[in-house]
């Protein structure tokens, strides 16, 4: 999964640190990343303006930066998605969803005035009193397996979605829901099942999206006959582990447990 960086290790603690020639220089507009004619990444010494520590991997550091001062060319975050090496992928999309976090608070949502970096932890704040911090989404990620241990596999509908591999029953967590609350709600709504059973499995930060997604497996409690939402999916299959392929990608939980029950390890 794309967060899986051994043996390198990811460092988040919040530093108020000086930015030096050859660090990392994270530059966004909108949804797109600046990177050179090669699609590398630039350093600080091709950036000027404020410099925003965000956090090293190993020994190398990236800064969130405001302006890149060679030539350039814009690429779609989600382009890194697959890029190599996996842990500048990691930095691109981390980086973005902490891009979205100070240029989203820039004024005060409470009151309207300029809201400032606070110096000793990643918050912003204004002088009305209001704390801002980066927002992270809880969403679940439900393999449902029947009595005859087949996997629950969904199709999201075209054009809503442009992700059109097979995946698993996913959704939101809402306010007041623990998340198995969650899951029992989400798999109700897409595919109509009642469920038992249900097992953490693992989690995986996702930053496109500003969510932290964790899976769950559990079994259907009662009748198997799906009633589909036919505004998200168009399409829920059960299948055998022999009936699966290899998943070919490898950056999602989702593909990660689809794999791991295909290969008879659930
Ligand atoms: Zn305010």
Redesign the pocket.
Known sequence: MIHQLNPKIYHNEFKMLEPRPNDYALCFLGRNVLVDGNDNLFRIKDSKGNAQFLFEIDEERFFLVDEIVVEYIEKDITYFRYYQPQHLAFAVLTGSSLYEFYRNNTY?G????PMQNHEKERSKF?????IVYPKIAPAVIVGILDEQHRLLCTKYRIPRSKYHNYSLVAGYNEIGETLEDTVRREVYEEVGLRVKDIQYFDCQPWPITSSLVIGFFCKVDGSTTIRLDQNELCEATWFTQEDLFPSQDETTLTHFMIDYFRQGKI
């Open positions: 005060c409470r009151c309207g005035m204004c002088m009305c009193g209001h």
